[in-house]
């Protein structure tokens, strides 16, 4: 008999009565971990990957139980990838440009310079063949990634140096991981890249003239409100990042039907569940930065947006240059962009400008 | 013993081989009816009602059985919301402005002019206290709402007078339902309600000037491109209209608890696969139109939006001070609203503008 149909039967025990009853809760048939890249219950992020664990939970009626790990509590942040693929943890909650040593391309499944944003890219990701070519890129890692989240735009960071030029990118000292950090590097800068936690001193000290990290909620969290003296937008770096699960391919075939529906169905749940936590409580962080702490709000001066357009360009351009499979993620992906950017312009765009 | 313990009893049945098998989707455990507002199957809205049956159905490994009747086949488009009120059917599908009859504050629970839109809607319903609101509208008539699908930002509409100015609305005879209606009339022009599939043809012969509907992905389907000069942007009756999933609270109150949750889940899958749906169909069509149809595609004038704007907010206003209750969720969703704004202008806006 089957576990599964084991409980089952025993959830009938009010015709059997002289069996025990089991709560399917106290008895999952599967007990998966989920490894994380995030502090435990880090906001936003943290919490989402709790959110998709405990969703995982109720469509199941407790049939899976997901214990999740922080950052460092089962495996160090940046192993997760690792652990989930050799089936230490069965579940893995980060984001796709963080593996970009395994290949640069993943960096597409995450968010790209001057790139689609969220609906955007969900829309890619679900209906244009996005997440045909992701499944492709992590079945050599026996992974199979789902989309769980989504920050929505980010923004432009946090600077102890005015940014009134490109001249002022010369020599900037930034903390701007990945592709952002190139188009930087080309502009005239030196990015660098440091972990979460050691930002605001770094910032306070001088060690960094400036620092980009997500948005207010996340931000004003950090208090990078009291190391920096302007918070720049937009977050043409990030333009709305896609938070991952990913499952270890051989762990996710042993589920019957029903539960892989649940564990995809939680993570499509997840995904919009986190941007609306990302809305609701960047609206509501704004308002204390500006109202509470008087923070100088800026918009990056055209001339620097352009020419970090320009040169983001060149950078993903070059990226889709590497292999066959670079330049059919970048194809996909910038068709699929050119299309809603003419959508966009008579759509969301013109309804927010009025 | 409760049916659905029945069917528990018999998957079970592996352990009493006397018993016959049976598998659970030839008998599932609940047999659901849906009925719709739609055509059965038509593009975006139908389709998206029978993906959300489909999603508790797979979620649900067969337990619940969801079976979709399109509008006229089991009750009349409009009739659905009394029909599982009183139980003839579990689920309904259609946008709570269409119930404005039982109470106009529904509106705000699909769309309003200048209202918020899709992300900020959603934002809203699931963190900002409006799901809340909505079930305690509903709960009157024995019914419990969720938000099962958005359209994006609508268009403008189809027309065959050019729109230069304010004088252009005046005695223009167009189709625009509910709240847009009421504005169009107070700018002096008359508004008509007729249903979608006697739109080509008013329009064809001039029996009304213009129409709105959705977005091009529908409007493509209708032929509009065939009966009208031009097509006016943006939506600003619709800025991103939340379609509904109703279910009978009765019927729901005798599922399990993990059903429970996976109807609710179900829906908030249902609810964002609608949006990509129409991103990535609207790009397809929007291609077509132009390219292959030649439409002419063009914006309000400013002075026009800003007229149309100014009485939208008298409008929604006015619907404001009927009861303690249209106080409360126009408080809610206007607070809400204004904080989206400033967010948005630095995020979204922004990077959308570069």
């Known amino acids: 008999m089957k576990r599964r149909d084991f409980f089952k039967y025993f959830s009938s025990a009010a015709i059997l009565s002289t069996l025990p009853k ?27 990957a709790q959110f998709l664990a405990n969703t995982i939970q109720k469509l199941s009626g407790g049939r899976i139980k997901v214990s999740v790990y922080g950052a460092g509590e089962l495996v160090p942040a940046f192993e997760i990838f690792d652990a989930v693929s050799s089936g ?9 440009y963080y593996w970009k040593g395994k290949n640069d391309t993943f960096q597409f499944f995450s968010t790209v310079p001057f790139g689609m944003s969220f609906n955007e890219m969900n829309a890619w990701l679900y209906k244009g063949g996005g997440m045909k070519l992701w499944e492709k890129a992590y079945a050599d890692f026996n992974l199979i990634p789902m989309a769980a989240g989504n920050t929505g735009v980010q923004m432009g960071g946090w600077f102890n140096k005015e940014i009134s030029s490109l001249n002022d990118l010369k020599g900037l000292k930034m903390r701007i991981p990945g ?7 080309r502009a005239g800068g030196t990015p660098v890249n440091l972990p979460g936690g050691e930002l605001f001193t770094a910032l306070k000290t001088g060690t960094i003239d400036a620092t980009e990290w997500v948005s207010p909620y996340n931000d004003l969290a950090f208090g990078f409100h009291k190391a920096a003296k302007y918070y720049y937008y937009p977050g043409w770096h990030e333009p709305g990042t896609t938070l991952e699960c990913f499952v270890n391919a051989n762990k996710f075939s042993e589920l019957p039907d029903d539960l892989k529906q649940i ?51 060149d950078v993903v351009k070059e990226l889709s240059l590497k292999d066959d499979f ?24 013109s309804y927010l400008n009025i």
């Not at 592709?179 to 590097?185: A, P, Q, R």
């Not at 936590?277 to 709000?297: G, M, P, T, Y």
């Open 263 to 313: 564990v995809t169905g939680a993570a499509k749940i997840a995904n919009m569940d986190m941007l609306c936590e990302f809305i609701s409580k960047n609206n509501d962080a704004l308002e204390i930065l500006q109202k509470k702490h008087n923070v100088d709000i800026r918009q990056y001066p055209d001339e620097v947006l352009k020419e970090l357009y320009k040169i983001s360009k």
């Open 22 to 48: 089991l709560s399917k809760a106290e008895k999952p048939e599967f007990n998966w971990k989920m490894v994380t890249t995030w502090p435990k219950n880090f906001p936003g992020l943290g919490t989402g």
């Open 88 to 96: 230490v943890a069965e579940l893995g909650h980060g984001s796709a």
């Open 326 to 349: 670079a330049k059919e993620v970048y194809n996909s992906y910038s068709s699929f962009q050119q299309k809603t950017n003419n959508w966009n312009e008579i759509s969301i765009k």
């Open 179 to 185: 592709l952002g950090g190139e188009v930087l590097k």
